[in-house]
């Protein structure tokens, strides 16, 4: 069974007396371990579609899926909860809580989950290892540049054992170099962790490491097809 | 690494949320100092005046108790709703006896007050005639220093009286001037006795000086006498207790109400015996309140306003919060967190500004008597000219439970903006 199952989802926003149709009869699956790009042109629908997957938004026709749990039926206090056990996310920019310190960033999360005091700052401290950024935990987001920043949140989101991780544009922000130092950091852990990866991007860098690209294009998938990864013909 | 077996409800985990809204609190430093500063400030106001109005109350109190009847009073039943000469006790030395074997902790003081009408040769007015054990009484130590001429009145002086400034001037009397004192009797009748000025005193409360006319209780009691009462029984209108503890009035009220009330003797505190006081007092207070509203209403705004504008320029983080799976009520219990925190702080900053100056004022005292030209007296006490601020501890609760429910109830309308923020669109600001 697919941990993700998208079937005939569309969206559609009233933008004052104009009705857009954000998303269009969008269908797939998404298996566990998948690395998954979302790629096509601004206002295609990627953020609406990563939204609705993540449940902070909701389809206005369709259904969603994860691991059996119809993400349109749940209310907005099981949405908090779903969110919270089973998405994590990384966003474009301003991913942090300014007032926390790194470590703290990423314990944030599995302080609402419950988790005791010594199994949070142990998970926190080796997430914050693997994203090279074990010496800076206690460095304040103001601190930290955007590269850093960026992968605070990669392992914010893999810390707190989430189903599936959400990258809307994560690389946007990024220069070259940072951008990709984050992506192998993302690649790297997706499969060290087993943990699936949505990400949306429309920089042809960051697709190259995708191993599998849904392309959208006006609410409506054109393309979706597997490929093989820089690293994997190298 | 194993990821672990999560119970699916989030924990509402308050040593974080403590932490977050401490942290957040002081992200705009300055603004936040800034409204600390102005609820102290309007706090230290409010306990500066609430501590002038108890301590010039007080002050008002314990005078109207020292120059009238005392924290209790035992007198006939009736008197305070329709005085007249011919209600008295006759059996005053035994009520007396009864009086002091309760082993009550102060003073009992005999007196006799009659309404007269006194007159000399060139003038008559009404008076108040105060018959007391010129030895112990209260009024000794009260008007005795306000001599102004002569001489006190002693025990065995059968027609000496003390009058006042006031009265003497009206009357035209001087020290050995002939006053006669005359009282209406039940029936109609009067009684006529001659009183001669032993003293003038001048107290400067015109109600005082104007009106009263004080003798010992040998000669007071020569108008009860021709009222029908016994001299032997020692005749007395009335007991003035004064005791040593305020405090336990209420209690010595109960004990002696228990041993001496009857149906023609009542006991009764200060305020049944002054209820204009108590009604003055009650009308002051009001206006204090109103000054404390109106600076709760200061603290108010000041504490949304903070709260609301951080708020609202945290939209995005708030929607990040949300995205990553912090509930509403969470949202919520942390946005209020902040206003408990900025409450506590400013109870804490309030209390060190108004206590240290409510502190100065009990020590040093603040002198109003430039403002009191036209003197001090209210409601027939006077005011010491120079109060010294006071606050009981039920004060120190009120006022705390006052700024502190403000404090929080501002807290309420951020707390609800912050918590209905929708992730989806907070994250697009």
Sequence with gaps: MALLGLENISKTYQQGEVEVQALHHVSFEVQEGEFAALVGPSGSGKTTLLNIIGGLDSPSQGSAHLNGTDIAGLGEAELSDFRLFQIGFIFQAYNLVPVLTAMENVELVMVLQGLSASDRQQRAEHYLELVGLKALMHRRPAALSGGQQQRVAVARALAAGPRLVLADEPTANLDSENATALLDIMHRLSHEEKTTFIFSTHDPRVMDRAERIITLHDGTIISDEYHHTHEQQT | MNVPAYAQHSKMAFPMLFMLAWRNLWRHRRRTLITLSSIAFG?????????????????????????????????PSGYVESPANYKFIDNGHELMERLEALGIRGTVEPRIALQVLASTASNSVGAALQGFDTTRDQRNSMIRPNLVQGAWITADDPRGIVIGAGMAGKLKAKIGSKVVLMAGKRGGDSEAQLGRVRGIFDSSIEEMDDYLVLSNLHFARYFLVAEGASEEAGPVTRFALFLDDPESMEQWKGVIASSVASREVVVLDWQEMMPQLVQFIVVDDAGNYVFLLLILMMVVFGIVNTVLMSVLERTREFGLLRALGISRRHLLTLVFCESLLMSLLAIGLGWLVGGSIHLWGSIYGIDFSSMMEEGTQIMGTFMDPVVYTELSWNRVIQLTAAIFSATLASGIYPAVKASRILPVEALRT
């Design chain 2, 43 to 75: 706090f230290g106001l409010a306990v500066l005046f609430i501590g002038i109005g108890d301590g010039s109350h007080n002050s008002m109190i314990r005078n109207a108790i020292k120059m009238g009847e005392g924290h209790l009073t035992v007198q």
